[in-house]
């Protein structure tokens, strides 16, 4: 054990930090943080690190600072070279940053060699992604080798462990592992087969919404741009390609004298990224643009590029340097670029929102970008302000009297007590170290665990007898979704028990049936539900009691048609009134978008905030704070939403029909579907123009899955299913058209 003092551990820490082979970046990186480290040793008078004082410096950090991912990680890796130094143990190799250089130690390691030396020579991997392949499957041989696992001690906690240790769960850190795990099995090697241990790890990366800059900014970057030197000129033609013809950093690089037709007045090109050809029209203000730097700026080069480097021989602009100049001026602008990206990309996600700000429809901006499909360019509809919020539909204030009701507090927690308690304790942990909730599993185990006292089991055994008790017991009177919910969780509990070597029975789950009907609620029922909402009361007293946010939830699930579970994972800083917008990051399928705030969907959230501010908690105005709140200050659990909205339906007396399935809390989005497409094609839009924009507003990736919606509506709403064929539009003239605006100056 080798102690690190608060006065020794800055100069300890650099001493490990350049033995590790780490750039000056780098290193001045690490030292910086452990100089904040030390400060807080100081501050809380800690003499000694150990591994429990760098956990509470990383809590403390992370919730008092936003740091990036890429500030985390060295965080992270800080620490991680700390604690190891402190207790002997594993320390990341010296060579971890030179590429290439990769020891795979023991014996998994001998067997990790031969299997990306297998890959690389099948040619079933690229060079990079051999790369990442050898970097994760060394890191994962020389832990196992660190903790003394062998090929025959191997076991489904290694793996836990091993996985839950990483700081983050990409495609590229894990998929290795579990192709390295299979293969494994594959050979005899290992006597069970543990991808399925690394799967539910793998997390998939977030899909951000696009950065764009309005037109007064766009024209605020361009004027940045010093026209005299030579430079820049060169950067002024860069940035009106970028800007005019949404071109990326790609092809302005590879941008040839060839690719210019003067007598047409077009570019014609052939798209890295896409391989696709693409014709657009070479705008004056672009084409001047050019003119006046080939004739004055451009160095004398034999290069057939149009664009070159002024240094180092004059060789060809990389794509990564074009970007970085797009960035330079965006800041030189003095533009607020927070929560936005700043390089060329930028541009092009600009154009995009300009176009459909003027009318132009998917089809034809999906050809001046060149986009294979209209799939990549729905994106843009989802920053369109303005557009998000004409789809919203409006709703009505809460009556002032539902917020002037008392509320009391009171603590309670319930805990397992049968003799399967540590086995679902060890489950759910599991389940949250993959990543998932652990009340939606709890809630379910505690009424399993109740169950298991009550008949007085005692054996560990989970028999097919034991299994019809339950679930004639938890699967009465539920939806076949809910009864599929429920199943998959005792069959992954189950399939669990058997990994561990406990005998389980393992049941089936059924089926959907293909004919699903959602409930779509009339607008009487809405103002129904709406007015019952705001009649209940407290019955009795809880402090995890969420009836006070019920109205305003309930408003905002049907007027912007967002899911529950993105509703109660709002932030407060999610909420911006200012920009009428709500931004949701955890969303279903992972793409990070926008839903719209419009006047009577404000009023009635800022109803809601002026009262949940007046509660007496600490730190529920903080902007990570969530902006749905229990009376205890936490977040709220879907099952208890759930069951307030299954009291509203029942004293609004609305049941289910026999032609669907039972109205429940997910309607609400179905009807906010509905009636947000009613009222636009009621508004003079075409099917043609609503399904994007409709797709959108819901948060769907592909318009088949907003098709899915009309075809089940049908017989309420025939109209809707009328459809007008497409217009084409001349690429040119849209377009010069819409840059009559850039061209005033």
């Known amino acids: 054990m080798k102690h690190l003092t608060v006065n020794n551990i800055v100069r300890r820490s650099m001493d490990i930090f350049k033995s590790r082979n780490l750039a000056n970046g ?27 004082v760098g956990r509470r410096f990383y809590k403390q950090t992370i919730e008092k600072t936003a740091l990036s991912d890429s500030a985390i990680m060295s965080m992270h890796r800080t620490l991680r070279i700390l604690d190891a130094m402190v207790s002997g143990k594993y320390l990341p190799p010296p060579t971890w940053k030179i590429k290439g250089v990769y020891k795979f130690k023991g014996e998994f390691g001998a067997i990790g060699k031969r299997f990306i030396e297998d890959l690389r020579c099948a040619n079933r991997l690229s060079p990079s992604t051999c790369g990442c392949y050898s970097s994760a499957i060394n890191r994962f041989c020389e832990r196992m080798e660190l903790e003394g696992v062998t090929l025959m001690t191997i076991s489904r906690e290694d793996i836990v462990k091993y996985v839950s240790s990483l700081p983050f769960k990409g495609h590229s850190g894990l998929v290795p592992i579990k192709r390295f795990l299979k293969h494994l099995y594959e050979i005899g090697a290992i006597g069970t087969n ?5 799967h539910p790890f793998i997390r998939s990366r977030q899909v951000l919404l696009p950065s764009v800059y309005d037109d007064h900014e766009i024209m605020r970057i361009e004027k940045a741009i010093n026209r005299i030197t030579p430079i820049g000129k060169r950067n002024y033609a860069i940035v009106l390609l970028a800007s005019r013809l949404g071109l990326r950093a790609s092809d302005i690089s590879g941008l040839r004298f060839s690719n210019l ?93 300009h176009l459909l700000g003027n009318g132009i429809t998917l089809p034809v901006i999906s050809d001046i970008l060149g986009q294979e499909s209209q799939e990549s360019t729905k994106v843009y509809l989802g920053v369109n302000v303005s557009q998000l919020i004409e789809t919203s539909l409006v709703v009505p204030l809460v ?16 805990k397992m007590t049968s003799v399967w308690a ?56 539920v939806s076949n979704a809910t009864k599929r919910n429920k199943l998959s969780k005792i069959r992954q ?6 990994k561990l070597g406990i005998e389980s029975y393992i049941p089936m789950i059924p ?28 019955s009795s007293y809880t402090s995890k009691s969420v009836l006070m946010a019920i109205p305003a939830l309930l408003r905002l699930l049907y007027s912007t048609g967002i899911r529950i579970g993105e509703a109660i994972s709002l932030t407060n800083k999610d909420v911006d009134f200012d920009k009428k917008i709500l931004l949701l990051n955890k969303t279903k399928n992972g793409h990070q978008r926008l839903a719209p705030i419009n006047d009577s969907l404000g009023k009635v959230l800022r109803q809601y905030l002026s009262y949940r501010d007046r509660m007496p908690l600490v730190g529920i105005t903080k902007s990570n704070s969530p902006f749905f709140i229990t009376h205890r200050g936490k977040k709220m659990s879907t099952a208890s939403v759930r069951a307030w909205f299954s009291i509203i339906l029942n004293k609004a007396s609305i049941t289910s029909p026999t032609n669907c399935c039972r109205p429940c809390i997910h309607g609400l989005r179905h009807t906010a579907a509905v009636h947000a497409m009613r ?13 994007p924009i409709l797709s959108v507003f819901l948060g769907h990736t592909k318009l088949q899955s907003t098709e899915y919606y009309l075809r089940l509506t049908k017989d309420r709403y025939p109209d809707i299913l009328k459809k007008d064929a497409a217009v084409t539009v001349n690429i040119s003239n849209v377009i010069s058209r819409s840059m009559l605006k850039y061209e005033e100056d």
Request: hydrophobic share 35%; glycine share 6%.
């Open 399 to 414: 009556n002032e009297n539902f917020y002037r009701q008392e509320g009391g507090f009171s603590m309670s927690s319930e």
């Open 493 to 498: 509990f189950s399939k669990y028990l058997c």
């Open 679 to 691: 009222n636009m094609i009621e508004n003079g839009r075409d099917i043609y123009a609503c399904m």
């Open 194 to 198: 543990y991808e399925d241990v690394v």
């Open 26 to 52: 780098t290193l001045n990186s690490y030292v910086g943080i452990v100089r904040k480290l030390k400060d807080f040793m100081y501050e809380n008078s800690i003499t000694i690190y150990d591994e429990d």
């Open 261 to 353: 037709d003067w007598d047409r007045n077009i570019i014609d090109l052939r798209q890295l990224k896409t391989k696709q050809n693409v014709v657009l029209p070479l705008l004056p203000a672009v084409g001047n643009a050019i003119i006046d730097y080939v004739k004055n700026g451009r160095p004398h080069t034999d290069s057939k590029n149009i664009f070159v480097a002024h240094s180092n021989g004059h060789g060809v602009l990389k794509s990564g340097s074009i970007s970085s100049i797009v960035s330079r001026y965006i800041l030189t602008a003095g533009l607020d670029v927070s929560r936005r990206h700043h390089g060329s990309h930028s541009l092009r996600h600009s154009l995009a929102t």
């Open 422 to 477: 540590k086995y679902i304790e060890s489950f759910i942990a599991e389940k949250e170290a993959q990543g998932y909730g652990s009340n939606e599993y709890r809630n379910l185990f505690l009424r399993f665990d109740r169950m298991m006292n009550r008949m007085g089991v005692n054996d560990i055994f989970f028999s097919k007898e034991l299994f019809d008790a339950w679930a004639v017991n938890e699967l009465r009177d």
């Open 511 to 538: 089926r959907l049936h293909s004919d699903y009907i959602p409930y779509v609620y009339s607008n009487d029922e809405i103002q129904r539900i709406f007015e019952v909402a705001y009649s209940l009361r407290y």
